[in-house]
């Protein structure tokens, strides 16, 4: 008899495959090597919101430069973002807001896409109106203390 446990409520999520694309837009980065990669089992206490520290005590900080900070850092991928709005019961209720009760947009930087205008952006999950939902935002603008990034814990 073999001692392998299958948990069959693990929740996989395969980060290599190719990204939700909306209608449009293009691909520049789909990260498959770096926080999300292969075969991701969920588990929220495996993965922490980051703030830089130009996003923290009202200070913003340039998409593009908020970009090169997360480089070496193990960001989550759209794949991941996807599969909660799928799975909604998985995430966790203090993603919806900060502690002063401000929406949080919570940004998987894994996935850089170009938008239809040729501007780069990021997509996010964000809780409004009783319900989960995702929007983007271009890195040409500011990013303060309620767009984290989704990264997998260490």
Not at 3 to 31: M, R, S
Request: glycine residues 8%.
């Amino acid at each position: 008899m073999s001692d392998l446990i299958l948990d069959v409520n693990q929740h996989i999520i395969d980060c290599d495959a190719d990204p939700f694309l909306p209608t449009g837009w293009k691909v520049e980065k789909h990260y498959t090597d770096k926080g999300s990669s292969g075969q991701f089992a969920w588990d929220s206490a495996n993965v922490k919101l980051y703030l830089s520290e130009n996003q923290i005590d009202g200070k913003y900080v340039e998409g593009n430069k908020l970009r090169e900070e997360l480089a070496d850092m193990p960001v989550l991928n759209a794949n991941v973002l996807d599969y909660l709005l799928t799975h909604p019961h998985l995430i966790p209720e203090e993603w919806k807001k900060d502690d002063n009760g401000n929406i949080l947009y919570i940004f998987f930087w894994g996935t850089i896409y170009r938008y239809s205008d040729g501007d780069l952006c990021v997509r996010c999950l964000y809780f409004f109106g009783g319900e989960w939902s995702w929007r983007y935002r271009w890195l040409g603008r500011g990013w303060g203390d309620d767009h984290p990034a989704a990264l997998l814990a260490s």
